[in-house]
């Protein structure tokens, strides 16, 4: 869904600063939206009890935002290769948006866990989510920048030895890494290998927004165009679930469905929810957030500080919520866009 070119110029420099990936002209509203949506599911489920224990809402939650996360990379790195194969740009682009905050964080946080020297190079590395798992109670959630990284490597290196038309592998790699996790019964797991399909479903989103001509691409653009997302919607909550079983090996698909059904459709409440300004303003800063957010509990604002659930819930967490949106503002509008910034410079004289 193409946006007026006023509004599509203001909201992709948003979208830039937030996905680490600069948006095509035709920017796409929605995404925000959904970006904005993930971030707080991913922060309520580290941060609140989501109800009873043995419900597995918590879980649910983290596994629901980030699979939104992946489907929106996918889709948008992917896009961004068909308009442009040059690699050399895209990945000094990539590097020069995840590395600086992602580093910062590294070298705050593997000190304060007293982290063994072998996580350092791991994590700084970008394969610490690999067996034996060099991750810690503040470097857990690197497992999925792990996987972005991961798969920006191999994209690249598919697109530099085959150029565009290798990105037409990404349909069949994905089916591949689904039937590996069939195959090895992995449901939800933090090793790339049974995860990147996650990502690769919103890659091959990005191959059907640009089909052009192609019996199949007209087949599932039509059905995008058509499909009540709200129907969808309902199997990806489902397949977020642990409670779900083997349902949960369709769930990068349900999700990579969803998102782009609002690709097609702006006319519903749907859309309507997903261009709220808030929504923008979090997708604006959730990288930072992302990132940002497991060292905020610490010293007294750590959970474990004490057993009071009402000042835990009351004060801890309220607090810790402002300080995280203050850095996280801070970051984005400052550090990350002075790199970004200088990221473009480079891939520009690179030209």
Not at 111 to 130: T, V
Not at 155 to 163: G, K, M, P, Q, Y
Not at 224 to 242: A, D, G, M, Q, R
């Amino acid at each position: 869904m193409n946006i007026e070119e006023a509004n599509g110029v203001k909201l992709g420099k948003l979208a830039e600063i937030s996905a680490g990936v600069e948006p095509p002209k035709d920017y796409f509203l929605a995404l925000d939206g959904w970006r904005g949506i993930a971030i707080i599911c991913v922060l309520l489920a580290h941060w609140f009890p989501l109800g009873p224990a043995s419900w597995q809402l918590n879980s649910w939650a983290g596994v629901l935002g980030m699979s939104l996360f992946f489907a929106l990379s996918g889709f948008l790195i992917t896009n961004l290769l068909i308009k442009n194969d040059n690699i050399h740009n895209f990945l000094i682009r990539r590097l020069f948006r995840i590395l600086p905050l992602a580093y910062l964080y590294l070298a705050i946080a593997l000190p304060l866990m007293a982290a063994p020297k072998e996580a350092y190079l791991a994590n700084f590395l970008f394969y610490a989510n690999w067996p034996p798992f060099f991750l810690g109670y503040k470097n857990e959630h690197f497992w999925s920048l792990c996987v972005e990284v991961e798969f920006y490597l191999s994209i690249a290196l598919i697109v530099f030895f085959l150029r565009k038309r290798g990105l037409l592998l990404i349909p069949l790699l994905g089916l591949f890494f689904t039937g590996l996790r069939i195959l090895n019964g992995k449901e939800v797991s933090i090793e790339t290998l049974y995860r990147v399909d996650e990502i690769l479903s919103g890659a091959c989103l990005a191959l059907i927004y640009n089909s052009q001509n192609n019996s199949w691409g007209t087949y599932w653009q039509n059905f995008l165009k058509t499909v009540n997302p709200y129907i969808l919607i309902v199997p990806l909550f489902i397949s977020c679930h642990e409670a779900s079983g083997s349902f949960n090996y369709l769930r990068p698909y349900f999700a990579a469905l969803l998102v782009g059904s609002t690709l097609y459709q702006n006319q519903n409440r749907l859309f309507s929810l997903l261009s709220q300004p808030l929504l923008k303003y979090i997708a604006t800063i959730s990288f930072a957030l992302y990132i940002i957010h497991p060292i905020i509990a610490y010293g007294w604002l750590d959970p474990s500080y004490t057993d009071s659930k009402v000042f835990k819930y009351a004060v801890q967490r309220p607090i810790s919520i402002l300080i995280l949106f203050i850095l996280a503002h801070c970051s984005t509008f400052y550090y990350e866009k002075y790199w970004i910034s200088w990221g473009k410079k480079i891939s520009r004289s690179k030209k």
